[in-house]
């Protein structure tokens, strides 16, 4: 492996580990609950209508929730920080093929 993959793939790590927090306050899904008017808020009402008036423990909308009010947990950071690795490294591989040409 070389050093431009290994930059990649820590960069892509790191850097998703980073942005996660980020992106769910985006989303809507904040440390004080779901905004009002957000992604998350038509998320959470398309599960309650789905579910019938609730929205399910372990659910997608419940699990994108308890990361935007406690933050990941160690198993969550592992995963992203794995997926951003991922595509660190697919970046550069496309990279690497582009400056081929």
């Known amino acids: 492996m070389g050093v431009g993959t290994i930059v990649a793939v820590t960069a892509g790590a790191v850097g998703a580990v980073a942005l996660a927090p980020v992106a769910l306050g985006v989303l809507g899904f904040t440390s004080v609950g779901i905004a009002s008017g957000s ?3 038509g998320m ?3 599960a309650a209508v789905a579910n019938g008036g609730g929205v399910a423990a372990g659910s997608l909308v419940a699990l994108l929730q308890s990361a935007g009010a406690a933050g990941l947990s160690g198993a969550a950071t592992a995963a992203v920080a794995g997926a951003g690795a991922g595509a660190g490294a697919g970046v550069n591989r ?3 093929l582009l400056h081929r040409k």
Do not use: E, G, P
């Open 39 to 41: 992604v998350a808020a």
């Open 94 to 96: 496309l990279a690497r």
């Open 44 to 46: 959470m009402s398309s």
